[in-house]
C-alpha cells in the first residue's frame, strides 16, 4: 500500500495552560484593568463616544438589529429568534457572558442555521469587537459566502452598515475577504488555504460546514486544528463555533466533535400528556405510500402530534444535554429537520422524501441533509467468486462499444510496476482492459522505458478504431524522486502523479495539482514536477459501490435494459488474482487512541495492486474531468469510436480485433479536446449546498 498514514488529526484545541506565554503577561495587565464581561464593549463606545446598549446577547441583539434582506432571505424583514426557538440557547452560548469556549452545531439544513452564524457575526461587528476568522471549505465558497451572506447582512442592518464600509470604497482597508470595522477585522477564508488560516491570531473562530473542509490545507495538517491554533492568544475569551450538517460515520468531524461535547438535544413537550422528549424519524408515522397522513407519535402516551402542533412545541422547547463532555468548554447541540418550522420542511414533506429516497446515494443524502446524522458506509468487500463468475465476452486488451477514452493507474513497487488500464463511458462506467506488470522497480531504466512505450500504444475498440491512453495516474508513495524524473520527461499532458492520502473527500478527492521541485543528475528544478493529492478512500468506496451493482438479466438485456450507471465491466480474460486484488481490502470502523472512531481500509490479502491501479486510474479520468463534463464532450467522443475511416476501409470488427497491443498505430479516438467554457468562472456546487 502507498497510502501516506497520518494520526487522525485530533483537535488540538487551547486550554488554560497551553496559552502562548508571550501573551500571557500582556493578557493579564488587561485583565487586571478590565477583569469584567462587556468590558471591551465600554471601552470601545467610550473611545466612539457612544452611549453603550445595555449587554445584550446574541439571540436579543439579533432580534433588535438585524434586518433580513429580500436577497438573502425567503422571509425578509426584521429577524426574529421566535421563529426558530431552538436557535436561541445555540447564539447565546456565543455571547461572551456564556462560559462556553466551544459551541459545536450538527445540524440537518433547512433548520436556519446559517443566520445563526450571520447574527454571531453581526454582534461581534456591533457589540464586542474583536479579530474574526470566518472559515468556509473552500477559498471559492469563502468569497461566494461573503458576497451572498456578509453582504447583505451589512448592508440591511444601519448598526452594521455604519461600521463596515463597502468593498469599493477606496480607502476602506476592505475587500471581499476581509472586513475592518472599529476596533475589530473579519476575515473569510477557506480551508483549503493554509495561508488564510494562519493569517491572523483570532479571538473568534467560525468554522462552518467543517465535514466539507479538506482532510489537509495544502498539506499543512487539519484545517480546524490549523485555525483553532490562532484562538490561543485569546485563551478563555476566544469563541469557537463550529457547525455542519454531517456526512459519513466513523470520519465525520461534526459527529467526532459533537460527541466529544455534552449532547445536547431539544426536549419538546407533548401537547396530549406534556411529556419532554427529543424527535427521532423513528416514530414518524404515516401510511405506506400516504406521506400526507405523516404524524408523529409521544414515546409516552402514544399520542398523535399533528404538525400544527409544532409551533407551540418549539416554543416551550429547551436543550438538555445527554452526556458528560470530555472536555467541560465544549456544548454541542443536534438538532434534525424533524424540527423545521410550519412553513419550511413539514414532516409530510420528509415522509415523502424518504419514499422517494431508494438508492443508497438518495438515503445517505436524506440522513445527512434531513436527520442530521452520519451516514455508515458498508465497506465489506464483495465476493471474488460472484465477480469472477460474471466477466463479460470480451478479450482482455480489447475495448468494448461503450468505452471511450482510455486511463491507466500505475502503482510503483520495490521490484516492479502495475499498471491498469481502464475504458471509460457514460455514468463514469468502466471496462477493465488490461493489465500489466513490468518487472524491474524505479531503479530499472528498462522498466521506465516500458512505462513510457505503454503511453505510446494503442488499443482496439469494438468499433474498430484504436485508442491511446488519455492519462496516466502514477502513485509517487513508493519512489517520489524516480517518478518526477520519468513523469517531467513523459509530461504532464498524459502523465499525472499522484499521492494518496487518508480520509474522505467527496467535495474534491481530487486537488491540485501542486508544483514540487525535482532533483536531476544532482541539479534542482524548481516546480519541476506537478503533483495530484488523491483521497483514496473515497474512490475505494465508490469503487466497491459500482461493484456492487446488480447486472440486468439476460432477458432484461435481450430487451433493452442497460447496466447501471457505473457498472464495472471485467474482460473473459480477467485472472483469478486479479479480480482477489480488486476487492482485496475492506473498510472497518477503527477507535483511535483518543477515543474517536474512524474509518480505515485495511487489507484483506496480501497483494492489493489491481484495487490501487484502479483508483489512480479513476483519479486519473477526474483529473482528465470526467466528473465535470457536458454533454459536448460526451458526443464528441462517441463520435469519435463510430467514426469512419473513409480511406482504408479495413475497419477490423470487434471479434477479429487483434488483442494485441500495437505501437504502430496513432490513436484515432478517445481523444480529449479541451472544453470550451463559458467566460466567467465556474462555480462548483459541492452537494451540500443544493
Ligand atoms: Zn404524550
Given at each position: 500500500m502507498s497510502v501516506h498514514t497520518s494520526p487522525s488529526s485530533p483537535r488540538s484545541g487551547p486550554s488554560f495552560v497551553d496559552t502562548d506565554l508571550r501573551f500571557a503577561s500582556a493578557a493579564l495587565r488587561f485583565d487586571d484593568l478590565f477583569a469584567f464581561e462587556g468590558a471591551e464593549e465600554l471601552w470601545q463606545s467610550w473611545r466612539d463616544g457612544l452611549t453603550p446598549d445595555p449587554l445584550l446577547d446574541v439571540s436579543e441583539w439579533a432580534d433588535r438589529h438585524r434586518f433580513l434582506s429580500p436577497r438573502a432571505s425567503a422571509e425578509p424583514g426584521r429577524y426574529r429568534t421566535d421563529r426558530t426557538p431552538y436557535m436561541r440557547a445555540i447564539v447565546d452560548a456565543?455571547?461572551?457572558?456564556?462560559?462556553?469556549?466551544r459551541v459545536v452545531f450538527m445540524k440537518a439544513a433547512q433548520v436556519g442555521a446559517t443566520e445563526a452564524g450571520n447574527n454571531w457575526i453581526g454582534y461581534v461587528i456591533h457589540h464586542a469587537p474583536g479579530p474574526m476568522l470566518s472559515v468556509q471549505p473552500t477559498v471559492e465558497l469563502a468569497k461566494r459566502f461573503s458576497r451572498q451572506r456578509i453582504d447583505p447582512l451589512i448592508a440591511e442592518s444601519p448598526s452594521l452598515r455604519e461600521r463596515v464600509k463597502p468593498?469599493?470604497?477606496?480607502?476602506?482597508?476592505?475587500?471581499v475577504l476581509s472586513k475592518e470595522f472599529p476596533a475589530g477585522l473579519l476575515v473569510i477564508t477557506g480551508a483549503n488555504s493554509a495561508v488564510g488560516l494562519r493569517s491572523m491570531p483570532a479571538r473568534y473562530l467560525f468554522l462552518d460546514?467543517?465535514?466539507?473542509?479538506?482532510?489537509s490545507a495544502d498539506e499543512e495538517g487539519d484545517p480546524v486544528a490549523l485555525a483553532e491554533a490562532r484562538t490561543r492568544t485569546f485563551s478563555w475569551r476566544s469563541k469557537v463555533f463550529m457547525t455542519s450538517t454531517p456526512t459519513i460515520h466513523g470520519i465525520s468531524r461534526i459527529e467526532r466533535e459533537y460527541e466529544a461535547s455534552d449532547q445536547r438535544r431539544f426536549f419538546v413537550p407533548c401537547p396530549h400528556c406534556g411529556h419532554r422528549q427529543w424527535l427521532r424519524f423513528e416514530r414518524l408515522k404515516w401510511d405506506k405510500g400516504k406521506p400526507e397522513t405523516a404524524h408523529y407519535l409521544c414515546e409516552a402516551c402514544d399520542g398523535a402530534l399533528q404538525e400544527h402542533h409544532k409551533t407551540a412545541m418549539l416554543i416551550a422547547g429547551e436543550w438538555r444535554p445527554t452526556a458528560e463532555p470530555s472536555d467541560p468548554a465544549t456544548i454541542g447541540f443536534h438538532l434534525s429537520a424533524?424540527?423545521?418550522?410550519?412553513?419550511?420542511?413539514s414532516w409530510e414533506a420528509i415522509g415523502r422524501m424518504w419514499e422517494a429516497a431508494t438508492t443508497d446515494e438518495a438515503r445517505r443524502s436524506f440522513k445527512n441533509g434531513v436527520l442530521g446524522e452520519t451516514w455508515i458506509e458498508t465497506g465489506e468487500a464483495p465476493d471474488w467468486q460472484r465477480l469472477y463468475e460474471r466477466r463479460e465476452d470480451f478479450a482482455v486488451g480489447t475495448v468494448p462499444a461503450g468505452g471511450l477514452f482510455l486511463t491507466a493507474g500505475a502503482d510503483v513497487q520495490k521490484d516492479r510496476i502495475e499498471v491498469s488500464v481502464w475504458a471509460w463511458g457514460r455514468g463514469l462506467t468502466s471496462w477493465l482492459v488490461d493489465h500489466i506488470v513490468i518487472d524491474g522497480g524505479p531503479e530499472h531504466a528498462s522498466a521506465w522505458a516500458e512505462l513510457s512505450a505503454l503511453l505510446d500504444r494503442t488499443w482496439p475498440h469494438a468499433h474498430g478504431q484504436r485508442l491511446g491512453l488519455a492519462k496516466l495516474g502514477i502513485d509517487t508513495g513508493y519512489e517520489a524522486p524516480a517518478v518526477y524524473a520519468w513523469a517531467r520527461q513523459a509530461g504532464f499532458a498524459q502523465v499525472a502523479p499522484v499521492k494518496g492520502v487518508e480520509g474522505f473527500n467527496r467535495a474534491a478527492p481530487v486537488v491540485g495539482p501542486s508544483y514540487v521541485d525535482v532533483t536531476t543528475s544532482g541539479r534542482k528544478l524548481r516546480r519541476g514536477a506537478r503533483l495530484w493529492t488523491v483521497a483514496v478512500a473515497t474512490f475505494k468506496s465508490e469503487t466497491y459501490r459500482f461493484l456492487r451493482l446488480g447486472r440486468p438479466t439476460e432477458d432484461e438485456l435481450a430487451e433493452g435494459a442497460q447496466y447501471p450507471a457505473g457498472y464495472v465491466h471485467l474482460p473473459k480474460g480477467a485472472e483469478v488474482e486479479w479480480v482477489k486484488q480488486l476487492v482485496a481490502e475492506q473498510l472497518v470502523t477503527v477507535k483511535t487512541r483518543r477515543g474517536f472512531q474512524r474509518l480505515e481500509w485495511q487489507k484483506l490479502r496480501e497483494r492489493n495492486e489491481v484495487l490501487d491501479c484502479r483508483v489512480y486510474a479513476r483519479a486519473a479520468a477526474w483529473i482528465a474531468g470526467i466528473d465535470r463534463w457536458s454533454e459536448a464532450t460526451w458526443r464528441d467522443l462517441e463520435a469519435q469510436v463510430t467514426a469512419?475511416?473513409?480511406?482504408?476501409?479495413?475497419?477490423?470488427e470487434a471479434d477479429n480485433a487483434s488483442a494485441e497491443p500495437d505501437s504502430s498505430e496513432t490513436p484515432s479516438a478517445g481523444l480529449l479536446r479541451r472544453e470550451r467554457r463559458p467566460r466567467g468562472r465556474r462555480v462548483f456546487t459541492p452537494s451540500y449546498l443544493s
Amino acid at each position: 500500500m502507498s497510502v501516506h498514514t497520518s494520526p487522525s488529526s485530533p483537535r488540538s484545541g487551547p486550554s488554560f495552560v497551553d496559552t502562548d506565554l508571550r501573551f500571557a503577561s500582556a493578557a493579564l495587565r488587561f485583565d487586571d484593568l478590565f477583569a469584567f464581561e462587556g468590558a471591551e464593549e465600554l471601552w470601545q463606545s467610550w473611545r466612539d463616544g457612544l452611549t453603550p446598549d445595555p449587554l445584550l446577547d446574541v439571540s436579543e441583539w439579533a432580534d433588535r438589529h438585524r434586518f433580513l434582506s429580500p436577497r438573502a432571505s425567503a422571509e425578509p424583514g426584521r429577524y426574529r429568534t421566535d421563529r426558530t426557538p431552538y436557535m436561541r440557547a445555540i447564539v447565546d452560548a456565543l455571547s461572551p457572558s456564556h462560559p462556553a469556549r466551544r459551541v459545536v452545531f450538527m445540524k440537518a439544513a433547512q433548520v436556519g442555521a446559517t443566520e445563526a452564524g450571520n447574527n454571531w457575526i453581526g454582534y461581534v461587528i456591533h457589540h464586542a469587537p474583536g479579530p474574526m476568522l470566518s472559515v468556509q471549505p473552500t477559498v471559492e465558497l469563502a468569497k461566494r459566502f461573503s458576497r451572498q451572506r456578509i453582504d447583505p447582512l451589512i448592508a440591511e442592518s444601519p448598526s452594521l452598515r455604519e461600521r463596515v464600509k463597502p468593498a469599493r470604497s477606496r480607502d476602506a482597508g476592505n475587500t471581499v475577504l476581509s472586513k475592518e470595522f472599529p476596533a475589530g477585522l473579519l476575515v473569510i477564508t477557506g480551508a483549503n488555504s493554509a495561508v488564510g488560516l494562519r493569517s491572523m491570531p483570532a479571538r473568534y473562530l467560525f468554522l462552518d460546514e467543517v465535514d466539507a473542509y479538506p482532510p489537509s490545507a495544502d498539506e499543512e495538517g487539519d484545517p480546524v486544528a490549523l485555525a483553532e491554533a490562532r484562538t490561543r492568544t485569546f485563551s478563555w475569551r476566544s469563541k469557537v463555533f463550529m457547525t455542519s450538517t454531517p456526512t459519513i460515520h466513523g470520519i465525520s468531524r461534526i459527529e467526532r466533535e459533537y460527541e466529544a461535547s455534552d449532547q445536547r438535544r431539544f426536549f419538546v413537550p407533548c401537547p396530549h400528556c406534556g411529556h419532554r422528549q427529543w424527535l427521532r424519524f423513528e416514530r414518524l408515522k404515516w401510511d405506506k405510500g400516504k406521506p400526507e397522513t405523516a404524524h408523529y407519535l409521544c414515546e409516552a402516551c402514544d399520542g398523535a402530534l399533528q404538525e400544527h402542533h409544532k409551533t407551540a412545541m418549539l416554543i416551550a422547547g429547551e436543550w438538555r444535554p445527554t452526556a458528560e463532555p470530555s472536555d467541560p468548554a465544549t456544548i454541542g447541540f443536534h438538532l434534525s429537520a424533524l424540527y423545521s418550522p410550519v412553513g419550511w420542511l413539514s414532516w409530510e414533506a420528509i415522509g415523502r422524501m424518504w419514499e422517494a429516497a431508494t438508492t443508497d446515494e438518495a438515503r445517505r443524502s436524506f440522513k445527512n441533509g434531513v436527520l442530521g446524522e452520519t451516514w455508515i458506509e458498508t465497506g465489506e468487500a464483495p465476493d471474488w467468486q460472484r465477480l469472477y463468475e460474471r466477466r463479460e465476452d470480451f478479450a482482455v486488451g480489447t475495448v468494448p462499444a461503450g468505452g471511450l477514452f482510455l486511463t491507466a493507474g500505475a502503482d510503483v513497487q520495490k521490484d516492479r510496476i502495475e499498471v491498469s488500464v481502464w475504458a471509460w463511458g457514460r455514468g463514469l462506467t468502466s471496462w477493465l482492459v488490461d493489465h500489466i506488470v513490468i518487472d524491474g522497480g524505479p531503479e530499472h531504466a528498462s522498466a521506465w522505458a516500458e512505462l513510457s512505450a505503454l503511453l505510446d500504444r494503442t488499443w482496439p475498440h469494438a468499433h474498430g478504431q484504436r485508442l491511446g491512453l488519455a492519462k496516466l495516474g502514477i502513485d509517487t508513495g513508493y519512489e517520489a524522486p524516480a517518478v518526477y524524473a520519468w513523469a517531467r520527461q513523459a509530461g504532464f499532458a498524459q502523465v499525472a502523479p499522484v499521492k494518496g492520502v487518508e480520509g474522505f473527500n467527496r467535495a474534491a478527492p481530487v486537488v491540485g495539482p501542486s508544483y514540487v521541485d525535482v532533483t536531476t543528475s544532482g541539479r534542482k528544478l524548481r516546480r519541476g514536477a506537478r503533483l495530484w493529492t488523491v483521497a483514496v478512500a473515497t474512490f475505494k468506496s465508490e469503487t466497491y459501490r459500482f461493484l456492487r451493482l446488480g447486472r440486468p438479466t439476460e432477458d432484461e438485456l435481450a430487451e433493452g435494459a442497460q447496466y447501471p450507471a457505473g457498472y464495472v465491466h471485467l474482460p473473459k480474460g480477467a485472472e483469478v488474482e486479479w479480480v482477489k486484488q480488486l476487492v482485496a481490502e475492506q473498510l472497518v470502523t477503527v477507535k483511535t487512541r483518543r477515543g474517536f472512531q474512524r474509518l480505515e481500509w485495511q487489507k484483506l490479502r496480501e497483494r492489493n495492486e489491481v484495487l490501487d491501479c484502479r483508483v489512480y486510474a479513476r483519479a486519473a479520468a477526474w483529473i482528465a474531468g470526467i466528473d465535470r463534463w457536458s454533454e459536448a464532450t460526451w458526443r464528441d467522443l462517441e463520435a469519435q469510436v463510430t467514426a469512419k475511416d473513409g480511406e482504408s476501409g479495413t475497419r477490423p470488427e470487434a471479434d477479429n480485433a487483434s488483442a494485441e497491443p500495437d505501437s504502430s498505430e496513432t490513436p484515432s479516438a478517445g481523444l480529449l479536446r479541451r472544453e470550451r467554457r463559458p467566460r466567467g468562472r465556474r462555480v462548483f456546487t459541492p452537494s451540500y449546498l443544493s
